[in-house]
């Protein structure tokens, strides 16, 4: 067996992906239609159709057949295949947000902590710092005299 895992080395190709569920199937039509509410764009049937199939040629997605009023549509739910690859794809996608976010806390100028939500800040001889909390503030204010001193 062949575990050709699909590229997903575009915007629209990681898009789709997402959109696509395991309960409620989808029609080509409607993942355009999803994506063009996101990104504004509205892909063409040449770009979602080929994608679509190499996705069921891999065993990602299945084809239900589905029957809204007397006509029969081709809709797309995931398999348990496809739903692990979008659980690793979510993760990995977590993961460097996660990465990129923490980079951009603040963190606390005595103990080092990374700040999420509540902070000191005081202004220290025309500097904005931020402590975690008053203790830190006022252990570094000490600290700071104590060792000012001693150098
Ligand atoms: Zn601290």
Do not use: W
Not at 54 to 82: A, F, P
């Amino acid at each position: 067996m062949t575990t050709k895992e699909p590229k997903l080395n575009s915007l629209f190709r990681v898009q789709t992906i997402l959109l696509l569920q395991k309960d409620t199937g989808k029609t080509g039509y409607d993942l355009a239609k999803d994506i063009e509410q996101i990104t504004g764009k509205k892909p063409s049937s040449g770009k979602i159709y080929p994608f679509l199939h190499e996705l069921k040629d891999g065993g990602y997605i299945n084809e239900v057949e589905h029957v809204e009023s007397g006509r029969e549509k081709t809709t797309y739910v995931l398999t348990d295949k496809g739903d692990t690859l979008v659980t690793d794809l979510l993760t990995r996608m977590s993961n460097l947000l996660d990465a990129r976010l923490f980079q951009l806390l603040d963190t606390c100028y005595h103990c080092g902590v990374k700040l999420y939500e509540s902070k000191v800040s005081e202004n220290i001889d025309g500097q904005e710092l931020t402590f975690c909390c008053s203790h830190c503030k006022d252990a570094y204010l000490n600290k700071d005299r104590v060792s000012a001193h001693s150098h």
